[in-house]
């Protein structure tokens, strides 16, 4: 981080780009006749949902980002919003990485998303694996790093693996690493670690990722952030597609942020079942280990994973199965349900038991 240079740091092309400026942008002040921008001037004829449907969104979405910059204590110009936070790694690494020059590191088993994103652009992933605890060695991250590392994710709490990992470790490599590193925090809020959003001044090189696909209950919406420091955000927004969010979620979703305290009664009752859920998976015969978790979802260790995969398949009950990677190729992942659907679940595998 001491030699952390974000001008050098981006690909040259990002530098000197010189972006898109819609009529939206270019117009600031006050006015009552928007002739500008080839919209429907006798307004959307549909009639459905929240109004307003026939002009363009604002593509900085400033009343979204004002409520977020309150509930989650950062300033607005430290924020990015995007279609999921998919769309904010999809942006990093064409921000940051030259396509079969530049790589990236990610420590596996971990989400597949980043991977994939690269390997559309054609960046290179270094997967550094985790400890056999799950836990992240940061002396084995940054011994993989060369002049062409521009990024390294951090997924904590981690998926599949469902542990936070320890934040002094993280720590460690965000002040020893002159790259980006993205801490991917869409688990966060069941998770008993203080986000890193809180360290966002101490460390220009963070970008700290979050969504409202999880806790949130609105996947659907696909809204996902990035929060970093007002010169990262500022290049976001260049790079960004001039209308990236739909204007529909992002009144909706200004709405949903006014019920924070909804929120958080259903994530206690989602750590409830968890635990619940943990203590009544753990009797059975076939269950070898739980693994601790920090999220929504548990990681299970089982003696036959695809014979329970397939039973619980054809009684209607999906998890996730194919997780490849040699840590936990005998795992499933099961999201935690309904106090209904686990008991169902349970009901489920005790008739597999006795099968
Ligand atoms: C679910 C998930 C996300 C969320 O992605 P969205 O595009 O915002 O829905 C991000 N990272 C991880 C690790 C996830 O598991």
Not at 19 to 26: G, I, K, L, Q, T
Not at 30 to 55: C, K, M, P, T, Y
Not at 107 to 131: F, W
Not at 254 to 270: D, G, Y
């Amino acid at each position: 981080m001491k030699d952390f240079n974000l001008e050098k740091l981006l690909r040259p092309n990002i530098r000197n780009l010189k972006p898109y400026s819609s009529a939206r942008h270019e117009f600031t002040g006050e006015a009552h006749i928007f002739l500008d921008a080839n919209e429907n001037s006798f307004g959307s004829f549909q009639g459905v949902g929240v109004g307003g449907h026939h002009r363009y969104p604002d593509p900085f979405q400033k009343f979204l980002k004002e409520k977020l910059a309150e509930v989650k204590n950062v300033l607005p110009n430290q924020i990015f919003i995007g279609n999921g936070s998919d769309e904010a790694i999809d942006l990093i690494i064409r921000m940051f990485c030259e396509p079969k020059v530049d790589n990236i590191i990610i420590n596996t088993p971990t989400y597949g998303m980043y991977k994939v994103v690269a390997d559309i652009q054609d960046i290179a992933v270094k997967a550094v694996d985790l400890e056999e605890d799950f836990s992240l060695n940061p002396e084995t991250v940054l011994a993989q790093v060369d002049e062409f590392t521009k990024v390294i994710f951090i997924c904590s709490p981690n998926n599949p693996t469902g542990n936070s990992f320890g934040q002094d470790n993280i720590i460690q490599v965000l002040e020893s690493f002159n790259g980006i590193v993205v801490m991917d925090e869409a688990y966060i809020d069941f998770s008993s670690q203080a986000s890193f959003t809180q360290m966002l001044s101490n460390f220009p090189n963070l970008i700290v990722m979050q969504t409202f696909s999880k806790a949130w209950g609105l996947a659907q919406f696909r809204v996902g952030m990035a929060y970093a420091s007002e010169e990262i955000i500022a290049i976001f927004n260049k790079v960004k597609a001039p209308y990236n969010l739909n204007g529909v979620i992002e009144k909706l979703t200004t709405l949903a942020l006014t019920k924070e305290s909804e929120k958080n009664k259903v994530v206690k009752k989602i750590l409830e079942q968890r635990e619940f859920l943990e203590q009544e998976l753990k009797q059975f015969p076939f269950v070898k280990k739980i693994y601790p978790s920090d999220t929504n979802f548990l990681l299970l260790e089982l003696d036959d994973r695809e014979a329970i995969y397939n039973f619980l398949k054809k009684e209607g009950i999906i998890v996730r199965g194919n997780l490849n990677h040699p840590f936990i190729k005998g795992c499933l992942r099961i999201t935690i349900g309904t106090e209904t659907q686990n008991q169902t679940l349970l009901k489920t595998l005790k008739q597999y038991t006795t099968n």
